[in-house]
């Protein structure tokens, strides 16, 4: 620990230092984050934690740039994942982002600029440069969880090059409107500006839904002289919104013929949070071939969310669905440190990369829940009527602190013109102590694990525009879960689950603007566990699940003026031993395809599909398992710049009006899709 923080206070002061040399002349955006041409992005500086071409990286990875958030309108992390093949959606109980990566669900393997933001909320899109998403376990990099891959967003930076602002406002088919802007403004040559802002008032086809967001992100960011840079960033995120938990199942499949009936208490079901993130990063150059960097990142977050839901299939079309309900607040701070050292160094006919790195975490947690007591514990079709409800008694009280600290080591080496190799190893302490509040007598529980992860990639390329690579990856998650709230008896004994990917792929810059990716993978995790089907607040204990897949993607212009994104995922998820239990959200198949077509310099149109096979809502374990029907969804833009600064956009979702199950919490939380709808957005840039 007291090399750690030494380490960490000796990058943060050297800047100062640094300051006294002769001042940069650089007047691009001051903090770098990757390039991007339209929809194709060039590199990456969060798979390796050095900046890297993509293709020169040794894994499957899906970049959805700027260009092509605002060309598909697209507001939330689901919307983003919607359209990546090999991520789905989770429900989250209507008040988080929930995902499911080659077969492992998460809803806390989320990284901002590559450092961890694992609280349970909506994340916004207002202030993202890009969005990366990261396939298989990769715990070198980016330390536990991630089991299969990570979401990251890579924050919008200032530019000394010049001002500008731009600003949209934009409305629905369903009443929701938002209004965003975002601001750059150069205080000299070597410093800049830039806050991004938004206000949403939400609303979709459910009945009984609406709520608020709003959010602003200053940042401060500045040349400090000698080659290093600082940047301050500060959001406040401010979300208000009915917590949704879908409609309940009948006979292992969605119930039908109540998309938009809502099944928790008006008034009642609400989630509110208050979140302050805090992120400091200082970069610069020790020597010609020695670069450094820290970011700390402070997260103040307060959460709470209430809710009624069906706790349990309907007995029939016109039947009783069996009620539940709990409240849940949750208070989090979260302390991150990441300090990183890249050394270019040539060894005889090798050229090395190598990337030294240390992390410290302290994240401290308070959870209570109190369980509802309804006045009728039932909801009947036939007669809706809707209960009251009341939250008596404590059911959990639990405060919890997790420490981590890594030192991990890479080396990304060049052998000759053809052949490239990616090496490293992390170790990881992490402890979490805590107590158990309730029920009296306290309780306390602590555990401490010790783990070591390897990585290894190689890559062979026969052009420079071509890379056929091989790797072989871990990761491991500890017992307390992915939110470390607290530890049972039970699992206060047991070992952390264990991730392992074997992975093959290709890489090919057909032209500097159109990429096309292949990989095949396998995805092993031990000592596996789940929510129980029948009661989703119990783990329970699976044994050893195997995830294989294939993954395609294509992403560039086909042609001048013809943008596309699109790709293909076929994945097989399953028990060990046991083929008959499946892998919960988890569809073999996925597809998607996003087109733009610039008829003339002012007109374009956009054309899109998303297809998915059918999938269980949970693990699959008796035939009764609840399962989503496949479907195929249409989507359309329509693009004109009236002129140079103003722009009009249509964006029409579902255009064939299809009745789709798109994600679930449980067997008995379905989501259903929405119809057709359009939102229009008007669009200025000074």
Same mark, same amino acid.
């Given at each position: 620990? &007291?090399? $750690? ?11 100062? #230092? ?6 940069a002349?650089e ?7 990757g390039?991007?041409?339209?929809y194709? #992005? ?16 040794p ?9 092509q958030?605002?060309?598909? /309108? ?6 983003? $994942?919607?359209? =990546? ?27 901002l ?47 000394? /090059? ?8 934009s ?18 040559? +070597? ?22 967001r ?8 500045a @040349? ?10 500060? @959001? ?20 039908? /013929?109540?998309?938009? *009936? ?9 989630? !509110? ?9 200082v ?15 402070? %997260?103040?977050?307060?959460?709470v ?29 979260? $302390? ?21 790195g ?9 959870? *209570? ?8 514990p039932?909801f009947n079709?036939?007669d809706p009527?809707f209960?009251?409800v ?5 059911? +959990? ?7 981590s600290?890594? #030192? ?6 060049r ?8 090496? %490293? ?37 026969? &052009?420079?525009?071509?890379s056929?690579? %091989?790797?072989?990856?871990q ?9 470390f709230? !607290?530890?049972?008896?039970t ?5 952390? @689950?264990?991730f ?13 603007? $159109? ?10 995790r031990?000592n ?47 028990? *060990? ?7 919960a ?10 087109n733009?077509?610039?008829?003339? +310099? ?12 059918? *999938?269980?809502?949970?693990? +699959?374990? #008796? ?10 969804? =249409? ?5 004109? @710049?009236?002129?140079? !600064? ?12 299809t009745?789709?199950f ?10 259903? /899709? ?13």
């Open positions: 620990m &007291r090399l $750690l923080l030494t380490s960490t206070a000796i990058l943060l002061t050297c800047p100062v #230092a640094a300051m006294a040399q002769e001042p002349t007047l691009e955006p001051i903090i770098v984050t390039q991007a041409r339209g194709i #992005a060039i590199d990456s500086v969060t798979a390796t934690k050095t900046d890297t071409p993509l293709i020169d990286v894994q499957s990875i899906n970049v959805v740039t700027r260009a958030l605002d060309d598909q /309108g697209m507001h939330s992390l689901g919307d983003v $994942l919607r359209y =990546v093949p090999g991520a789905t959606v989770g429900q989250g109980e209507g008040n988080r982002d929930q995902i499911t990566l080659r077969g492992q669900n998460t809803t806390a393997d989320f990284f600029d590559g450092v961890r933001d694992d609280t349970q909320y909506f994340r916004g899109l207002y202030n993202l440069e890009r969005v990366e998403v990261l396939r298989g376990p990769y715990a070198l990099i980016f330390g536990r969880g991630g089991g299969g891959g990570i979401v990251n967003r890579v924050q919008k930076t200032p530019s000394a /090059g010049g001002a500008f602002a731009t600003g949209r406002l409305a629905n088919s369903f009443g929701a409107w938002d209004v965003s802007a975002d601001v750059n403004a150069p205080i000299s040559d +070597r410093a800049a500006f830039r806050i991004n802002a938004i206000y949403e008032n939400l609303g979709n086809h459910r009945d009984h839904y609406d709520g608020e709003y959010a602003v992100n200053p940042y401060l960011a @040349e400090l002289g000698g080659g290093w840079r600082a940047g301050l960033s500060w @959001e406040y995120v401010n979300d208000d919104r009915v917590v949704d938990r879908g409609i309940p199942s009948l006979a292992g499949a969605p119930l039908t /013929g109540y998309r938009d *009936q809502f099944f928790g208490v008006p008034g009642i079901n609400r989630t !509110t949070l208050d979140a302050h993130i805090i992120k400091l990063r970069d610069g150059d020790l020597a010609d071939n020695i670069r450094a960097s820290t970011t700390v990142l402070y %997260g103040d977050y307060d959460k969310y209430t809710n009624v839901f069906a706790n349990g299939p309907a007995t029939s079309q016109r039947g009783i669905i069996p009620l539940a309900a709990y409240t849940d607040p949750t208070t989090r701070q979260n $302390l991150l440190v990441q300090s990183n050292l890249v050394w270019d160094v040539t060894t005889g006919w090798m050229t090395h990369k190598i990337l030294f240390l992390e410290y975490g302290d994240q401290q947690s308070a959870n *209570q829940r109190r369980n509802g007591v309804l006045s009728n039932t079709l036939a009527v209960p009251t009341t939250f008596p008694a404590l059911s +959990r009280d639990t405060v919890s602190n997790v420490g600290v890594s #030192a991990y080591v890479q080396d990304q080496i052998l000759g013109d053809h052949f490239e190799l990616v090496a %490293g190893i992390r170790y990881d302490r992490f402890d979490i102590t805590g107590v158990d509040l309730q029920p009296n007598p306290d309780r306390p529980f602590e555990r401490a694990d010790d783990k070591v992860s390897p990585r290894l990639g190689l890559i062979y390329k026969p &052009r420079s525009n071509l056929i690579y %091989g790797s072989y990856s990761s491991f998650l500890p017992r307390s879960g992915d939110q709230l !607290t530890l049972s008896v699992q206060q004994n047991l070992e952390p @689950e264990e392992t990917n074997h992975e093959v792929g290709a890489k090919w810059a057909i032209r500097p603007d $159109l990429n096309v990716t292949a990989a095949v993978f396998r995805l092993d031990t596996a566990t789940t929510p129980d089907p029948l009661n989703p607040t119990v783990t329970i204990n699976v044994g050893e699940t195997r995830t294989e897949g294939v993954e395609l993607a294509v992403t560039g212009r086909l042609r001048p003026g013809w943008q596309i994104s699109g790709g293909y995922s076929w994945q097989d998820a399953r028990l *060990q031993g046991n083929d008959s239990v499946r892998l959200q988890t569809p073999k198949q996925q597809f998607s395809l996003w733009r077509y610039d008829v003339s +310099r002012r007109l374009g149109f956009g054309l899109g599909v998303t297809h998915q096979a059918s *999938q269980f809502a949970a693990i +699959r374990t #008796a035939p009764s398992t609840t399962r989503l029907p496949a479907f195929t969804r =249409v989507d359309a833009a329509v693009f004109y @710049e009236v002129n140079d !600064t103003v722009q009009l956009q249509l964006n029409i979702e579902n255009l064939f009006d009745t789709y798109p994600d679930a919490h449980n067997n008995a939380n379905i989501s259903t /899709g929405a119809p057709l709808n359009a939102r229009l957005t008007l669009s200025t840039r000074f």
